[in-house]
């Protein structure tokens, strides 16, 4: 269940299409080296529930992410392709929430924003400091700020994909950020690139 920004209630379907990670985010019960149980669905399986629940009246949309299995490229192609099934192949027009993997390429980030409803990378901390003490993976600026600064541009007012929303999140409390930074990185989120929603 969800609430809408214009506050109407709804349902999504919301799905990992992999659980697997390579990354070693501290915060994550995926984390690679994490001992859990691990399992890859297929296109045609989230294409099929979905559709099922979407006919059934059941949901009204769908909200698709993953574990980062092999590179963050190739993980995007896997959900690009499983939105472009949906949107051509079984001409769903509604609500689709895709994840952008950080360090996921400009063409990859723009192919996913050209599908999508809504778009999101997970800013997860206030700053690169804080940043470091979660993950030896990803870095700060190259995988997180600069595709978020990309969706921005792609979506900003009169571009061509304007209509397409961008949201956030912080995960609070998992490294040593303090209130007030949290606070100011959304209000700059906010107001210098766009972000329609960050959550916490």
Known sequence: PVVLPDGRRTFLFRTLVSNSCVNDCRYCPLRSGNDSRRCTLT???????????YRSGIVSGL????????????TMQTIIDMANILRKR???RGYMHLKV???????????TVSLASAVSVNIETPGEKNFRLLTRGKDYMNDVIRPIKLISSLTARGERYSRVKQT??????ASEESDSEIVRYTWGLYRRLNLSRVYF
Do not use: C, K, W
Not at 63 to 74: E, I, Q
Not at 101 to 111: K, Q, R, T
Not at 168 to 173: A, C, D, L, R, S
């Open 90 to 92: 079984e001409e769903f």
């Open 168 to 173: 956030t999140q912080f995960v609070v409390g």
């Open 63 to 74: 909200f698709l992410t993953s574990g980062v299995t092999g590179n963050p490229d190739r």
């Open 101 to 111: 993997i950080p360090g996921a390429s400009d063409a990859a980030v723009e192919e």
């Open 43 to 53: 296109q045609e399986e989230i294409v099929r529930s979905f559709m099922h629940y």
